[in-house]
């Protein structure tokens, strides 16, 4: 007995099913005001679609042309720097050939100050620019540039020694 309420239920309950599916698939149909508003619907979702790939494609031309010319701007400073690069060598070896010449110089200037009587050196380095008397006193003797101090002017004596000394 419990079988056959069972299964009068379950037939009752297909039943019920059917007509909804039946009765819901009536209203499924459109009318052809509606499928003309879908279509349109549709057309329109195409149109934008269209109209965001056409942007898209400016964008990405936009985006190329952009790429280019930073590639190019990459390029022209890659070569001002390696420009520089040359340079600073050129530079630093003119540098390095006016210190050798400077060095020379003042061993040539030391050489003739040391061969001079030292009243006679001194004059002439009372009136010598003070950077030059001091890269000159520096690389003499001791005992010559004690020499040569002792009979030069006082104060320009004393902004020596003290460059001397620093």
Do not use: C
């Not at 001002?80 to 061993?107: F, G, H, P, T, W």
């Not at 006679?120 to 010598?128: K, P």
Request: a positive charge; proline letters at 1%; zero cysteines.
């Amino acid at each position: 007995m419990n079988k056959k309420k069972i299964l009068i239920i379950a037939i009752a309950v297909n039943l019920v099913f059917l007509a909804l599916y039946f009765s819901l698939s009536t209203f499924g149909t459109l009318s052809a005001a509606e499928e003309k508003q879908q279509a349109a619907v549709r057309k329109e979702s195409a149109q934008n679609a269209k109209a965001q790939w056409d942007s898209l494609r400016q964008r990405e031309e936009a985006l190329r042309i952009r790429q280019g010319e930073l590639e190019a701007l990459e390029r022209r400073i890659d070569d001002k720097m390696r420009r520089l690069a040359e340079l600073e060598v050129s530079v630093k070896a003119e540098i390095a050939a006016y210190r050798q010449l400077s060095n020379e110089r003042v061993k040539h200037l030391v050489k003739i100050y040391s061969s001079m009587k030292p009243n006679a050196a001194a004059n002439l380095m009372n009136q010598t620019d003070t950077n030059v008397a001091v890269e000159v006193f520096l690389n003499m003797k001791g005992e010559i540039a004690g020499g040569i101090l002792s009979y030069m002017e006082p104060s320009k004596a004393a902004v020596i020694t003290q460059r001397l000394m620093s």
